[in-house]
C-alpha cells in the first residue's frame, strides 16, 4: 500500500496554534461563568501545553492533532456558554423537542472518539501489542476509564463548589446522565477504531516515512 503524501501526514503547528488560541481567547471573554470557563477549558489547556512539549521528540499525525484541536474546540465552546446553554445544543433541542440540551454528550462522544484515535497512536508506534485485537480492546477499555474518572472529577468539583456545581456537572435533572455520558465515550471509541482505523494507519505509515 503506497502511504499517503507527506503533506497529508505532517502537521503544521502554526495553523493549529492559531486556531487554538483564537477560540481560547474567544471563549475567555466574559463567560457565562468564570469558575465552569476554568474547569471546563483545563484539559484543553493541559493538552496543548503537552503537544507543544512533545511535538518534535513525539510528532502525531495530522490525524490526531486535527482530532484534538476539535476536542479543544468543543471543550471550549461549552466553557464560555457553560454546556447546558450551548445554542447549538438549544437549536438542536428546538427543531427535535428532546427534553434537554445535548451539547454536553457531543463532548463524552468526542472524549471517547479523540483519545481513542490517540492512544491508537501510541500503542502502534510504540509496539505495546502484538495482536490488533487485544491493541483495540485495551484502547476502549482504556477510554471508557478515563470518561468514568473524569465523571468522578465533576463529583469532586461539585463536592468541592457548590456555586459551580450544577454548571459544571451539566446535568440538566437528568438522573442517568453519568451513565449515558460514559455510554456515549464507549461508542466514540468504537466508532473511532471502526471509521478512521485504516485511514490511521495510512497516515502513520506516511509519518514513518517522513521521520
Known amino acids: ?41 483545563a484539559p484543553a489547556v493541559i493538552a496543548a501545553i503537552v503537544l507543544l512539549a512533545t511535538r ?11 482530532l484534538i484541536l476539535v476536542h479543544c474546540i468543543i471543550l471550549m465552546v461549552g466553557g464560555h456558554y457553560t454546556y447546558a446553554e450551548v445554542p447549538a445544543g438549544d437549536w438542536f433541542r428546538d427543531l427535535f423537542e428532546p427534553p434537554r440540551n445535548n451539547y454536553d454528550k457531543l463532548g463524552h462522544l468526542a472524549q471517547g472518539f479523540v483519545p481513542a484515535i490517540v492512544t491508537r497512536e ?24 478515563v470518561s468514568a474518572f473524569y465523571e ?42 471502526a471509521l478512521l482505523g485504516r485511514f490511521h494507519d495510512r497516515q502513520l505509515a506516511g509519518l514513518a516515512q517522513d521521520l
Open 1 to 41: 500500500m503506497t502511504p499517503e503524501p507527506v503533506l497529508l501526514t505532517r502537521p503544521r503547528p502554526a495553523t493549529w496554534i492559531a486556531v487554538f488560541a483564537g477560540v481560547l481567547l474567544w471563549s475567555g471573554i466574559e463567560p457565562k461563568d468564570t469558575v465552569t470557563w476554568m474547569l471546563e477549558v
Open 56 to 66: 518534535r521528540r513525539f510528532p502525531l499525525t495530522r490525524l490526531a492533532y486535527g
Open 122 to 145: 501510541v500503542v502502534i508506534r510504540l509496539d505495546v501489542f502484538n495482536g490488533a485485537r487485544w491493541r483495540d480492546f485495551f484502547i476502549v477499555s482504556f477510554c471508557l476509564a
Open 152 to 193: 468522578l472529577i465533576e463529583w469532586w468539583v461539585a463536592l468541592l463548589s457548590d456555586e459551580a456545581a450544577d454548571a459544571f456537572l451539566g446535568t440538566q435533572g437528568y438522573a442517568w446522565d453519568t451513565q449515558s455520558d460514559m455510554l456515549l465515550a464507549l461508542v466514540g471509541a468504537i466508532m473511532a477504531l
